[in-house]
């Protein structure tokens, strides 16, 4: 017989076991609505302290790899259990560089899309596109080496993607891929049409780091639910990418900059606050479902995003932002999350702020490919159960006109 373990509230280190045919006497607290708190699977990629606010890959604590590393050693990391030597970084390198072009009927597919199509909408079917045309997207029984070389090419192409729906929506030239820049780099070079400055690419590859995985996150599950099924990878991401583009989800960083937009200044920024207190209105970016102390992201964006109005000479976004994760820290004792200052960095890149979360995307493409590459190692289909509360005994189907 099957089990599953529920969270027990009372005493946080506790679980209590649940036989899974055993519902139909069952109450409310038999069960963990929206899975909260059932422990799934078991992964070695990223872990998630939520009461301390520590986050770390694979036992390397997220403040070290920001500090020492870039994105693609990050990606290494993820997707083979280490970080690289100068060799296997190398390797890595070339393969997401000579796998970020796209086939002519995707490029087509971008081109000939309405003006005003939600890029994580594209990205979506894009990526679902991708798989038509990659002979190696199998289902059944997985092909492990296969399977890693889709990933990076999944990785090395999103970008890409991204980019070049960015430019055919405004009537520019698509420029062709190149095999010389970092994957933060290349991405800031395809959306300007110009190679970018040191801080700025630095900028997004810290963003790239800090979002490059996040426990059993709603896409990442959605992810794992997919390759359960002995899916093919592309459909994995799609399943990830649909799930992240849920405001409840990935869309927070958008709606930051909607409310700094809204407040419009400075000094408007106490009574938004108060009234948004007082009449029981969401905050975007403050809190976090896991993170019950400061999110450990969310300092390295702080930082990054003081340094880029500093050197814009436009310090009304973060002065608004800090302002507000000060009252509220004070008032509620909640902190400013990692999408908090992410919009402000985006804005500051002048990053359209519709792309912010297929920006999201980009980043943790890294981590859910990861993701599923682990849950083939191991496989088990999922398949929790549910707690009927419809009616007991059956009626007769009455003729419709009796209805």
């Known amino acids: 017989m099957a089990f599953f373990f529920v969270e027990n509230r009372c005493q946080s280190a506790d679980y209590t076991l649940i036989p899974p045919h055993n519902f139909k006497n069952s109450t409310m607290s038999d069960y963990a609505k929206g899975l909260e708190g059932v422990i799934a699977n078991e992964s070695a990629l990223s872990k998630v302290e939520g009461q301390a606010g520590k986050l770390s890959y694979l036992g390397y604590d997220i403040d070290d790899l920001v500090e020492h590393c870039t994105f693609e050693e990050v990606t290494y990391l993820l997707h083979n259990g280490k970080l690289p030597n100068k060799e296997e970084l190398a390797g890595l390198e070339s393969s997401l560089r000579n796998n970020r072009e796209l086939p002519a009927q995707v490029v ?14 594209v990205l979506r079917t894009a990526v679902s596109m991708l798989g038509i045309f990659d002979d190696r997207a199998a289902v059944g029984e997985p ?52 190679e970018p400055g040191e801080a700025a690419v630095r900028t997004l590859d810290i963003a790239y780091i800090i979002h490059a995985d996040h426990g059993m996150n709603a896409s990442t599950f959605s992810a794992r639910v997919t390759t359960g099924t002995l899916s093919d990878l592309y459909s994995s991401m799609t399943s990830a990418i649909g799930t992240l583009k849920g405001p409840l989800h990935g869309g927070a960083n958008e709606g930051v900059i909607k409310m700094l937009k809204e407040i419009g200044s400075e000094d408007a920024v106490d009574a938004f606050v108060e009234d948004c207190l007082v009449n029981k209105k969401k905050i975007m970016g403050i809190g976090h479902r896991v993170y019950k102390v400061l999110d450990p992201r969310a300092p390295h964006l702080q930082k990054m995003a003081v340094k880029l109005t500093e050197e814009l000479g436009e310090s009304k976004w973060i002065n608004m932002s800090e302002r507000i994760a000060t009252i509220m820290r004070e008032r509620k004792g909640l902190n400013a999350n990692v999408d908090f200052y ?12 519709d792309l912010f979360t297929p920006i999201f995307a980009i980043a943790r493409m890294s981590g859910w490919t990861a993701q599923v590459l682990e849950q083939l190692q191991d496989n088990r289909l999922y398949r929790p159960l549910t707690k009927y509360v419809g009616p007991e005994t059956t009626s007769p189907v009455p003729p419709i006109e009796q209805r």
Do not use: C, W
């Open 143 to 194: 092909n492990h080496e296969v399977n890693r070389e889709v990933a990076l090419s999944i990785v090395a192409k999103t970008p890409v993607i991204v980019a070049y729906y960015h430019r055919a929506r405004q009537g520019l030239d698509l420029p062709a891929v190149r095999t010389d820049l970092s994957e933060a780099a290349h991405f800031l070079y395809l959306i300007t049409g110009e």
């Open 108 to 121: 087509d597919f971008l081109q000939n899309l309405p003006k005003n199509a939600v890029p994580m909408d």
């Open 342 to 353: 992410s919009a402000t960095v985006y804005y500051s890149l002048d990053i359209p702020t």
